[in-house]
């Protein structure tokens, strides 16, 4: 026993990649204990992002090593301090970006990898909070250089992304047309503040881009389907647009012939958040520019359906199905 409670906890290990019913195992492990700058945290929500997604199938961008124990983005309270840790205290509710773990009852962090929240939200919220608007305010921001009334194009209008971008970049002044895959998702965005929807799979899709922004295109993409609809997401381009790479959710390959960049110079340049929190500065001001939004509440994480731990892997499949809306939730304790 560890001060009053059990000290095993169940946790989801992946030993290969492979179908998602099929890895994906709920086990018993020891509840971990924090080492010298880390803490523990009791886990009161999980993230579920679309890379967790795709580290499991093994489709990631870098190779998953095995045993893995998935979950990139938690929340939950602290309940041991390493030693020396300092600016955190036991009982309070953060917001932690370890990279993997978070889909068990404990898990331990770095104290450097936690994210403050405000008092007021919920688990669930902290944890939809700091992949999804980080990944939207370096997309829109740091490298995509948006300006107020510039139009700028969310794709998966309606996910966890989406959602974040779309807030985010109406609260900056930008215009936002959204695409996403039915009416129910377009109404999500539309409901955000998005100012023109369209359907992923409208036949008329470029063009109704062009026409939802004068005639010009975009002045910025954020691309995050890939494969066929990348090409496409270049001629939503406008003159000198800037097309942020972010996501593959197509799993597809992508051809680029780099004369069609020429055309409309354009510049293409890749977002991955992961190498980009190792940039202190760029971290930094992110942080600053996110957190006045997120305490005010100008700009809110979209909680979207939440799961049980032991329906972890149906909530990973809800996903690559595109079911979602908002940011999938795991709930360790229940
Ligand atoms: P979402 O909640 O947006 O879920 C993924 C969405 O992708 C789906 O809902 C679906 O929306 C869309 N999609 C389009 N085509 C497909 C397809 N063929 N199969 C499955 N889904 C498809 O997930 P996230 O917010 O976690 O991620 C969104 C994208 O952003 C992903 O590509 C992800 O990898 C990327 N990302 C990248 C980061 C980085 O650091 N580079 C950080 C965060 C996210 P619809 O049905 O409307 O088309």
Redesign the pocket.
């Known amino acids: 026993m560890l001060g009053g409670m059990t000290d095993t906890m169940k946790q989801f290990e992946v030993t290969r990649s492979g179908p998602l019913k099929e890895v994906m195992a709920l086990g018993e492990a020891p509840v971990p204990q924090p080492g010298p700058g880390e803490v523990r945290l009791k886990v009161g929500a999980v993230g ?5 997604v ?1 580290t499991v199938t093994g489709e990631y ?1 870098t190779r998953t090593r095995y045993p893995y124990a998935p979950g990139m983005e938690f929340a939950g309270t602290i309940d041991a301090l390493g030693e020396g840790v300092q600016g955190f205290k036991v009982g309070q509710l953060v917001a932690c970006l370890a990279g993997k773990g978070g889909l068990a009852q404990y898990a331990v962090s770095p104290a450097a990898a936690l994210v403050p929240v405000p008092e007021t939200f919920s688990a669930a919220q902290a944890a939809a909070f700091p ?2 608007f980080f ?1 939207a305010y ?1 997309a829109l921001k740091t490298l995509g250089r948006g300006e107020a009334g510039e139009w700028v194009l969310v ?8 959602t ?1 971008s779309i807030q985010l970049a109406k609260v900056l002044g930008m215009n936002v047309v959204a ?4 009416e129910e ?1 377009l109404k999500i965005a539309r409901d955000l503040g998005a100012d023109v929807t369209i359907l ?1 799979d409208d036949p008329d899709r470029i063009q109704k881009v062009k026409d939802a922004t004068g005639g010009q295109g975009a002045a910025l993409i954020l691309e ?4 066929t ?1 990348f090409e496409e997401s270049l001629q939503m381009a406008a003159n000198r647009g800037r097309i942020i ?8 390959d992508a051809t680029i012939r780099p004369v069609e960049l020429m055309k409309r110079n354009l510049t293409m340049t ?5 190498s ?1 929190m190792q940039d202190a500065e760029a971290t930094r001001a992110a942080a600053q520019g996110l957190t006045p939004l997120i305490a005010s509440g100008k700009v809110v994480p979209q909680v ?1 359906p939440t799961y049980a731990l032991a329906d972890s892997a149906q909530a990973f499949q809800d ?10 939730i795991i709930e360790p304790q229940r």
Request: glycine share 14%.
């Open positions: 579920i992002n679309f890379a967790d795709l961008l992949v999804s990944t370096h794709q998966a209008a309606a996910g966890a992304l989406g974040s695409l996403a895959s039915t998702k992923q995050v389907v890939g494969g609809r790479v972010i996501g593959n959710a197509s799993r597809e890749g977002l991955w958040l992961t980009l979207g996903i690559l199905d595109r079911k979602t809306t908002g940011k999938v």
